[in-house]
């Protein structure tokens, strides 16, 4: 009886140390298919920071299809959303519109690898089999630092398939930041900096933010089932007014140019979807002053219902 335990024992302790390899080094057997299952990356940019206008879009990234060139396979890579004009300096302007199916480049997979179409040659994007002590190759995402190195490795579950996340030693553009690349989804700074096609690190006078990731509507990063609103751009298409607010970025407050007496409600949120309480008062006739001193620093969303009128406006917390 007892070596029939010990050898059961002993199953058992093979049974986990297989397994134990299999979560250590899962990708050595698996490659994930980078495009498949509806991959939609969230993303935030802005440009044009130090100028009377900033041009802010809120839009999410996604596969329409594939486009055959030569021997190659790629994936249409659209966008949809919002995009804002936004007046730093008054009067500067106020604007914002809505796009869908708007196409952005070509990309494709081969092997651990993600290629961008280019008429001249395929450019690399993405190389993820890199290994602790790789330099990350110029090119592509980036065009800033020949010196950034992988110095450590680990791993992210997403859906069936794990993926890999490199973490990134400082180099002289990195500001301190130590940087992550995620296998398939993106590269970022710790406050989500950057992006899956953007530049790395981000670019000079512009914001570019990453929200979230999913795979058939569902969110894997920044957590499993973490609140993100894919569908950008789809209800404020249908209850947009247009409102002028300043200043953007605010401190303590932002005052809202409405025409009435009608404002009703204002709902505050993040990029995450968390919820913030807010109050207002009316401080002229036609100006609302919202109290923003007890948001913490980063990128909020107002949604403001102004009578029969409901609009969304994006601002900047210093």
Same mark, same amino acid.
């Given at each position: 009886? =007892?070596?029939?335990?010990?050898?059961?024992?002993? $199953?058992?302790?093979?049974?986990?140390?297989?397994? /134990?390899?299999?979560?250590?080094?899962?990708?050595?057997?698996?490659?994930?298919?980078?495009? $498949?299952?509806?991959?939609?990356?969230?993303?935030?940019?802005?440009?044009?920071?130090? &100028?009377?206008?900033?041009?802010?879009?809120?839009?999410?990234?996604?596969?329409?299809?594939? #486009?055959?060139? /030569?021997?190659?396979?790629?994936?249409?890579?659209?966008?949809?959303?919002?995009?804002?004009?936004?007046?730093?300096?008054?009067?500067?302007?106020?604007?914002?519109?809505?796009?869908?199916? %708007?196409? %952005?480049?070509?990309?494709?997979?081969?092997?651990?690898?993600?290629?961008?179409?280019?008429?001249?040659?395929?450019?690399?994007?993405?190389?993820?089999?890199?290994?602790? /002590?790789?330099?990350?190759?110029? &090119?592509?995402?980036?065009?800033? @630092?020949?010196?950034?190195?992988?110095?450590?490795? %680990?791993?992210?579950?997403?859906?069936?398939?794990?993926?890999?996340?490199?973490?990134?030693?400082?180099?002289? #553009?990195?500001?301190?930041?130590?940087?992550?690349?995620?296998? &398939?989804? $993106?590269?970022?700074?710790?406050?989500?900096?950057?992006?899956?096609?953007?530049?790395?690190?981000?670019?000079?006078?512009?914001?570019?933010?990453?929200?979230?990731?999913?795979?058939?509507?569902?969110?894997?990063?920044?957590? *499993?089932? !973490?609140?993100?609103?894919?569908?950008?751009?789809?209800?404020?298409?249908?209850?947009?007014?247009?409102?002028?607010?300043?200043?953007?970025?605010?401190?303590? *407050?932002?005052?809202?140019?409405?025409?009435?007496?009608?404002?009703? @409600?204002?709902?505050? !949120?993040?990029?995450?979807?968390?919820?913030?309480?807010?109050?207002?008062?009316?401080? !002229?006739?036609?100006?609302?002053?919202?109290?923003?001193?007890?948001?913490?620093?980063?990128?909020? *969303?107002?949604?403001?219902?102004? &009578? $029969?009128?409901?609009?969304?406006?994006?601002?900047? =917390?210093?």
């Amino acid at each position: 009886m =007892k070596k029939k335990l010990h050898f059961v024992n002993r $199953a058992l302790y093979i049974v986990v140390f297989i397994l /134990g390899i299999t979560v250590i080094s899962p990708l050595t057997a698996q490659v994930p298919d980078y495009f $498949a299952n509806n991959p939609e990356w969230k993303m935030n940019s802005a440009f044009g920071a130090n &100028g009377p206008c900033v041009t802010e879009f809120d839009y999410v990234l996604y596969v329409q299809g594939d #486009s055959i060139i /030569g021997p190659y396979t790629y994936k249409k890579m659209h966008t949809r959303g919002t995009y804002h004009y936004i007046f730093v300096i008054a009067p500067g302007c106020s604007y914002t519109d809505h796009f869908a199916d %708007s196409p %952005s480049l070509l990309v494709r997979q081969d092997s651990t690898r993600i290629w961008k179409y280019n008429s001249l040659g395929d450019e690399l994007l993405y190389d993820f089999n890199l290994q602790v /002590g790789d330099t990350l190759p110029m &090119g592509g995402y980036n065009v800033w @630092n020949d010196t950034i190195l992988v110095d450590s490795i %680990s791993t992210l579950m997403v859906s069936s398939s794990l993926r890999k996340v490199f973490h990134l030693s400082n180099g002289p #553009s990195l500001n301190g930041h130590v940087k992550l690349l995620i296998e &398939g989804i $993106a590269a970022l700074s710790f406050d989500n900096d950057g992006g899956f096609l953007v530049d790395f690190p981000p670019c000079f006078e512009c914001l570019q933010h990453f929200s979230c990731f999913a795979l058939n509507d569902t969110v894997y990063f920044p957590s *499993f089932q !973490a609140a993100c609103n894919l569908n950008v751009g789809v209800e404020e298409m249908l209850e947009n007014y247009p409102i002028r607010f300043y200043p953007n970025p605010v401190e303590d *407050f932002v005052v809202l140019k409405l025409p009435g007496n009608n404002l009703i @409600n204002i709902e505050c !949120a993040n990029l995450m979807g968390q919820q913030f309480q807010i109050t207002f008062e009316q401080i !002229a006739a036609d100006d609302w002053k919202v109290n923003t001193s007890h948001l913490n620093k980063g990128i909020y *969303f107002l949604r403001i219902q102004n &009578g $029969a009128y409901r609009s969304t406006i994006k601002i900047f =917390k210093n």
